[in-house]
């Protein structure tokens, strides 16, 4: 195809054939009958797919030179390990309930990655992001995405280990913090733990172990400052009602 191709309302569509190359984007939308995509698809542009209820795959040698965008496709379990998109391009998964990791060789390289309604878990999530380049941005449209920490043992035990600091050291900090911190706070400050995860600045994988130290520096001073501490607990557990970037600020100024 040399230029734009557009599928866009086609009931009928079934398959895709094998060993397509489009030379600019290629949209496909609203075609709920699509269920089978050849093996080797090549994209010039942009590619985007939305709306197919019956895709469950993509294409094995799909090559994307521009951004993708994977959108409302319930069908859709996984994006192929040999897929492959150029570095500095935006990669959108969204309502795509069925797709659980996305492929490591995609994450290697400076992207933009949004995800958003997917069936990637907090460990998956969690797993991926300490594979993925430095200057990798990987941003999550709900919070539900990563999930809450049940507990503030939970909580501390991720920070701490995102510092590069022990278990033992973990164990050492809720011994002193869980006196320190009034059932009142609790939920409060285990929410605030757990949205830290969708801030920008945890977002960039080279600035993550040191706000992970921010963070045991901050509760170690609520630990420590007897005078200070419920005004630190309610600036923290009030930031959790506003978006990521909040809790930054108010960690900043517990500091």
């Known amino acids: 195809v040399t230029g734009t191709f557009l599928a866009v309302g086609l009931p009928k569509l079934r398959v895709i054939p094998a060993n397509v190359s489009v030379q600019q984007d290629l949209v496909i939308k609203s075609c709920p009958m699509l269920n089978r995509m050849g093996e080797r698809l090549t994209v010039h542009g942009e590619f985007g797919l939305a709306e197919c209820g019956s895709v469950r795959a993509l294409p094995r040698l799909l090559d994307v030179r521009g951004d993708i965008a994977l959108v409302d496709l319930p069908c859709l379990v996984v994006l192929p390990r040999t897929m492959k998109q150029s570095p500095n391009r935006d990669l959108v998964v969204s309502n795509c309930p069925q797709v659980t990791t996305l492929p490591e060789s995609l994450l290697r390289s400076q992207r933009r990655v949004l995800l958003q309604g997917t069936g990637i878990n907090r460990l998956e999530f969690g797993r991926l992001m300490a594979l993925a380049h430095p200057m990798l941005v ?34 050492m900090l809720l011994k002193r913090l869980r006196p320190a911190v009034s059932s009142y706070f609790q939920d409060g400050l285990v929410a605030f733990l757990s949205k830290l995860r969708i801030s920008k600045e945890f977002d960039h994988v080279e600035m993550r172990p040191g706000l992970a ?19 630190l607990l309610v600036r923290l557990t009030d ?7 909040k809790v930054i600020i108010a960690l900043n100024h517990c500091q």
Not at 239 to 244: A, H, I
């Open 213 to 231: 130290r921010r963070v045991c520096e901050v509760l170690e001073f609520i630990c420590d400052e007897e005078s200070a501490r419920e005004e």
């Open 138 to 171: 990987c941003s999550v449209g709900d919070e539900e995405q990563l999930e809450t920490f049940e507990t503030l043992t939970e909580g501390v035990s991720f920070w701490i280990d995102q510092a590069g600091r022990s278990a033992k050291d973990a164990r």
């Open 239 to 245: 930031s959790v009602d506003t978006c990521g970037d």
